[in-house]
């Protein structure tokens, strides 16, 4: 008994055949000669390698020790044929022609088994994931594995290959490329939409989600017919289908080519149930969202939408808690009202101004991105307007963007200015509410910023608002503001805002006395003579004069040749 062998597993001949049969196919494609045979033997070996991979050890231990025989056979053949050292073209052939014939039997003899109705077992022999940087055949390979198992294997063996291609797509770009590349591939996805498995069903929307992110991907799905699959798992899918389903759409409606075929299947009216829905969650509202964003690029599709309540349903969905939300719905309405004065009418009417500017208020609890995106849209939505302009500035619109200008981050501290800044510029009564609300002050503190842009932009705003008679007489009584001025205006003073306009505001004040005595009696009249002679601008030369009649003379002779 000491010298008996311990004998072979059952399991253990299955795992071996398989790896044989890996390691035979990716040297096959290293052979040079005799390529249309290999080929054939190429296509068997994968026959075979989808039935093995299908199998438990126990139905197939009768046919596994042939199955090994032939497949060492071959594996030496190919050896041969890559290092060219077989002895006469006819043999080899004749070797090769042997070789295709057991292979062939042996497919036979796997598909009899498999037609008595052999359950195909999840825990099957696997193929290993090729490592970061594997041969494109290796990766071919793999990816045929994982096919094979979407086509013959039951439940828990599909979902597993579903997983397995989602997790090498994500890690590696290089694998969607082989993919799209194999029209069968594509052909088990779409068809997997449909599939009355859930688990099935949710897996696949995620893979072809995410092959849906690549430009080049988009045609092949949409040509393989994936469009309506996914509109019907939006339709009646699980909640997790839905949301890769959606996240699909939005993104082969990035293809403005794309969006009739999702209208004629009927996809808009299915993202617009999800918007409605009272219940919806942000996961799905956003990329359902996106895709309707992208869909209202077209005319015909934009009618619907306005005619099915669209404006109603997303001036609703800013009120909600949900942040994801809120940003997806206020994009959304900027983008459906940009250029359309009749849906801006529509907007409106609803109250989303309103809506929008109660995400504004500093005591609502959201993001300053959230924030950001309220900002723009109220900006690219109202300033056009002088009725819209009216409603912001009868909403408390003014003293919120002077919080966020004193208050806010970085980012949105700048933005607030940037949009003060053209709120200024609309109309006369804006520039009055700015002024009252203390926005001069702070447009005179950033003339002295880093940046250029914010320097030129604060001192344009201010250019503007001090030509309001109003304006003007309530900030010659800022002494800080006016000195701070006067300050920037030395010639040497490299960090400033334009000088021109600067020159121009003080100008404006100078219309009335009061503005007069108060620029003459800070002592920087040297600064407005020196930028007079160097020739900044004729309005420094007319600003000395103004300065130089015969009430102010002597006061600026003493200041002027001290």
């Known amino acids: 008994m000491a010298d008996e062998q311990p004998s072979t597993t059952a399991g253990t001949g299955l795992r071996r055949a398989t790896e044989l049969l890996s390691s035979l196919i990716s040297l096959s494609h290293s052979t040079r000669v005799f390529a249309g045979k290999w080929q054939l033997i190429r296509n068997k070996l994968e026959d075979l390698h989808s039935f093995l991979i299908a199998g438990d050890s126990t139905s197939l231990s009768g046919v596994i020790p042939a199955i090994t025989n032939t497949l060492e056979e071959c594996h030496k053949l190919a050896r041969r044929c890559v290092d ?213 690029g077209v005319e015909e599709i934009k009618k619907f939408m306005v005619e099915e309540g669209v404006v109603t349903t997303f001036v609703r969905l800013v009120r909600s808690k949900d942040e994801a939300i809120q940003v997806s719905s206020i994009e959304f309405i900027q983008n459906i009202a940009s250029g359309d004065e009749l849906v801006r009418q529509m907007v409106v009417r609803e109250g989303g101004i309103q809506v929008m500017l109660c995400v504004l208020d500093p005591k609502w609890v959201c993001s300053s991105k959230t924030r950001e995106v309220v900002m723009r849209a109220i900006e690219n939505l109202c300033f056009s307007s002088p009725s819209y302009v009216g409603v912001l500035l009868n909403h408390g619109f003014v003293d919120q963007l002077l919080y966020y200008v004193r208050n806010g981050e970085v980012s949105i501290q700048e933005l607030a200015l940037k949009v003060a800044f053209r709120l200024c510029g609309t109309c006369e009564e804006a520039k009055k509410v700015l002024g009252d609300a203390g926005f001069m002050a702070e447009f005179v503190r950033f003339l002295n910023a880093k940046s250029f842009d914010v320097r030129e932009m604060a001192a344009e705003a201010l250019s503007g608002m001090v030509m309001v008679p109003r304006n003007r007489k309530r900030f010659v009584q800022d002494d800080k503001s006016i000195s701070l001025l006067l300050q920037l205006l030395d010639p040497e003073e490299g960090n400033s805002g334009n000088k021109k306009l600067l020159v121009s505001i003080l100008m404006s004040l100078t219309s009335c006395n009061s503005g007069r005595k108060k620029i003459v009696s800070f002592g920087f009249a040297k600064n407005i003579e020196r930028l007079a002679e160097g020739d900044v601008s004729s309005d420094a030369k007319r600003l000395v004069r103004k300065l130089s009649t015969n009430r102010f003379r002597s006061m600026l002779s003493g200041i002027f040749h001290s």
């Not at 013959?152 to 599909?158: A, N």
């Not at 797509?169 to 009355?196: A, H």
Request: net charge neutral; proline share 2%.
């Open 84 to 296: 060219l050292s077989y002895s006469g073209k006819l043999l080899m052939q004749s070797d090769l022609d042997v070789a295709l014939g057991k292979l062939e039997e042996n497919v036979k003899k796997l598909r009899e088994i498999q037609k008595k109705g052999v359950k195909m077992h999840s825990y099957a022999v696997v193929v290993s994931r090729p490592c970061l940087g594997a041969s494109k055949e290796d990766m071919r390979f793999y990816l045929r594995d994982l096919l094979n198992r979407m086509k013959v294997g039951d439940l828990g063996m599909k979902k597993q290959a579903l997983i397995s291609l989602h997790d090498v797509v994500v890690e590696d770009d290089k694998f969607v490329k082989l993919v799209v590349e194999v029209p069968e591939f594509i052909y088990v996805l779409v068809d997997f939409l449909g599939s009355p498995e859930v688990e099935i069903q949710e897996e696949c929307a995620k893979v072809v989600s995410f092959v849906a992110g690549f430009d080049s991907c988009k045609g092949v799905l949409v040509g393989s017919g994936v469009v309506a699959p996914l509109i019907r798992v939006l339709e009646c899918g699980s909640e997790v289908g839905k949301v890769g389903a959606a996240r699909c759409l939005h993104r082969l409606t990035e293809n403005s080519d794309n969006a009739w075929c999702v209208s004629a299947h009927g996809g808009v009216t299915a993202l617009l149930k999800i918007c409605e829905s009272v219940d919806c969650n942000g996961e799905l509202v956003g990329p359902a969202c996106g895709a309707l964003r992208n869909l209202c």
